[in-house]
C-alpha cells in the first residue's frame, strides 16, 4: 500500500487569502483525520471522517474552516480569510476503522505559512 | 479530562546510551488505547506501538522496549544502545475507546531526542 499523501507540501499565503489542502488516505481506510500542529507542539486534533460522514469536529475548527471528504476517498480542508495564527503544520491521517484495530498512519503534512 | 504529559521536552545523549522517555497520561475511561510516534527532522509522524489498556504487558522490539503502568498511568519507553538515526522528536498519545469515539488522538507535547555521535 502506498502510504497517505498530502499537497500541497508548502503553502504560503498573505493574509485574508483562503487556502485548500488535500489529503489522499490509504487505500480501503475508512477513517480520516485532520490534525493541527504548531511549533514545539504535538497534533491537535481538529476532525475526522468515516467514509464521507463527518463526525466529529474539534472546538479548534472555527467558522473559517471546513473539511469535505464528499465520495469517502479523499479530503479536502479550507481555510477562508487567512489569520497569521493559522501557520502551522496540517497534518491528515487515516486508519481502517475497525472496532480492534485503528492505528492512524499519517502524511507528511502540509506547512501553512500565512503573511 | 484527558491528557497526556510529557515531562522532558528535549533529551540529549551520546551514542550508545541508553535513554527512557516519560509518558504520564490521565483519562477516566476503562477502555483506551496508547501510542508512541516518532517525528524525525522529515516532519512525518512515524508509528512506533499501540497499546489497550487491558494489556499491560511490557513489549520490546529490537532495541525499543515499552513499559505500561496503569498502576501509575504511565506509558514509557527506553531506547537501549541509541543511534544517531535515533534522533527525533517522539510523542506519546492517548485514544478512548477507538471504535466508538471515532480514534481521536491526543497528544503529549514531544520530547526532542538527540544522539550524538
Known amino acids: 500500500d502506498t502510504g497517505v499523501s498530502q499537497n500541497p507540501r508548502h503553502k504560503i499565503t498573505k493574509r485574508g487569502q483562503n487556502v485548500t489542502f488535500r489529503c489522499d488516505p490509504i487505500?480501503?481506510?475508512?477513517?480520516l483525520y485532520w490534525y493541527r500542529q504548531t511549533l514545539g507542539q504535538g497534533p491537535e486534533f481538529l476532525t475526522y471522517?468515516?467514509?464521507?460522514?463527518?463526525?466529529?469536529k474539534s472546538r479548534l475548527l472555527s467558522d473559517r474552516f471546513s473539511a469535505e471528504r464528499p465520495k469517502g476517498s479523499f479530503s479536502t480542508l479550507e481555510i477562508q480569510r487567512t489569520e497569521q495564527g493559522d501557520s502551522a503544520m496540517y497534518l491528515c491521517?487515516?486508519?481502517?476503522?475497525?472496532?480492534?484495530?485503528?492505528?492512524?498512519?499519517f502524511g507528511p503534512g502540509t506547512r501553512l505559512t500565512v503573511l | 479530562a484527558q491528557k497526556v504529559t510529557q515531562a522532558q521536552t528535549e533529551i540529549s545523549v551520546v551514542e550508545k546510551e541508553d535513554v527512557t522517555l516519560d509518558c504520564v497520561y490521565e483519562?477516566?475511561?476503562?477502555?483506551?488505547?496508547l501510542f508512541w510516534y516518532k517525528q524525525p527532522p522529515s516532519g512525518e509522524l512515524v508509528f512506533l506501538i499501540r497499546?489497550?489498556?487491558?494489556?499491560?504487558q511490557n513489549e520490546i522490539s529490537g532495541r525499543y522496549s515499552w513499559n505500561f503502568q496503569k498502576s501509575t498511568s504511565s506509558f514509557n519507553f527506553t531506547i537501549t544502545a541509541s543511534q544517531v538515526v535515533d534522533s527525533a522528536v517522539y510523542f506519546c498519545?492517548?485514544?478512548?475507546?477507538?471504535?466508538?469515539?471515532?480514534?481521536?488522538?491526543?497528544f503529549g507535547q514531544g520530547t526532542e531526542l538527540s544522539v550524538k555521535p
Open positions: 498519545a492517548l485514544s478512548p475507546a477507538p471504535y466508538n469515539q471515532g480514534g481521536k488522538l491526543i
Open positions: 491521517a487515516s486508519s481502517r476503522g475497525q472496532a480492534t484495530t485503528d492505528t492512524q498512519y
Open positions: 487505500s480501503e481506510h475508512n477513517r
Open positions: 471522517f468515516q467514509n464521507e460522514a463527518q463526525l466529529e
Open positions: 483519562t477516566r475511561d476503562t477502555t483506551y488505547y
Open positions: 497499546r489497550n489498556s487491558f494489556d499491560e
